[in-house]
T-cell receptor, first 117, second 111 residues
Framework: GAVVSQHPSWVICKSGTSVKIECRSL??????MFWYRQFPKQSLMLMAT?????????EQGVEKDKFLINHASLTLSTLTVTSAHPEDSSFYIC?????????????FGEGSWLTVV | DAKTTQPPSMDCAEGRAANLPCNHS???????VYWYRQIHSQGPQYIIH???NNETNEMASLIITEDRKSSTLILPHATLRDTAVYYC????????????FGTGTRLTIIP
């Protein structure tokens, strides 16, 4: 299947700082990428849908000014957690839609663990 | 997206076939059934999807009932590495339709 890569795999940052997570589609072009968050022992929660060249669409309850999403190219989307706080500590996962694949399948990255101290 | 119902947990002996059921009684005609799994601390992995015909790939088989109200994912010879949470999701397969995750089934393969 198609490959989606995230970086970094894990990051520790101080409270009040910002951290950027990158999501890349390695072998296909992704006009649409999705960002999820997952807390321990819970399911994935969609945060936003990112479309190349346009503004992201955020799910209800997700602060767009806190979770900045940029999808500047067909293979790269970034999520920046601004002014991070301990409650933002979570597993962040991106996914990308392979529009050229049979079934318009969505593939996921490996995830990024964020710990805010 | 239509809702799905899955048992919260299942056990299966190593080497046996693991059969994971999913109920999607409100599925609409243009919605596909997708299966993903998530091994601990990793991103979800795509397994298989189908519309109405049974599907098979190198990972699993997907059996969809004729009325499309339920389906079964079959892992033919389960190994310890198949221990994961399995998610059944229904979704239209065009446009920017997102994947909405439920709670899934936690499958444990027993040695």
């Amino acid at each position: 299947g198609a490959v989606v890569s995230q970086h970094p795999s894990w990051v520790i940052c101080k409270s009040g700082t910002s951290v950027k997570i990158e999501c890349r589609s390695l072998d296909f072009q992704a006009t649409t990428m999705f960002w999820y968050r997952q807390f321990p022992k819970q399911s994935l929660m969609l945060m936003a849908t990112s479309n190349e060249g346009s503004k992201a669409t955020y799910e209800q309850g997700v602060e767009k000014d806190k979770f900045l999403i940029n999808h500047a190219s067909l293979t790269l989307s970034t999520l920046t957690v601004t002014s991070a706080h301990p409650e933002d500590s979570s597993f962040y996962i991106c996914s990308a839609r392979d529009g050229g694949a049979v079934g318009n399948t969505i593939y996921f990255g490996e995830g990024s663990w964020l710990t805010v101290v | 997206d239509a809702k799905t119902t899955q048992p919260p947990s299942m056990d299966c002996a190593e080497g046996r076939a693991a059969n994971l059921p999913c109920n999607h009684s409100t599925i609409s005609g243009n919605e596909y059934v997708y299966w993903y799994r998530q091994i601990h601390s990793q991103g979800p992995q795509y397994i298989i999807h189908g519309l109405k015909n049974n599907e098979t790939n190198e990972m699993a088989s997907l059996i969809i009932t004729e009325d499309r109200k339920s389906s079964t994912l079959i892992l033919p010879h389960a190994t310890l590495r198949d221990t994961a949470v399995y998610y059944c999701i229904v979704r239209v397969n065009f446009g920017n339709e997102k994947l909405t995750f439920g709670t899934g089934t936690r499958l444990t393969i027993i040695p």
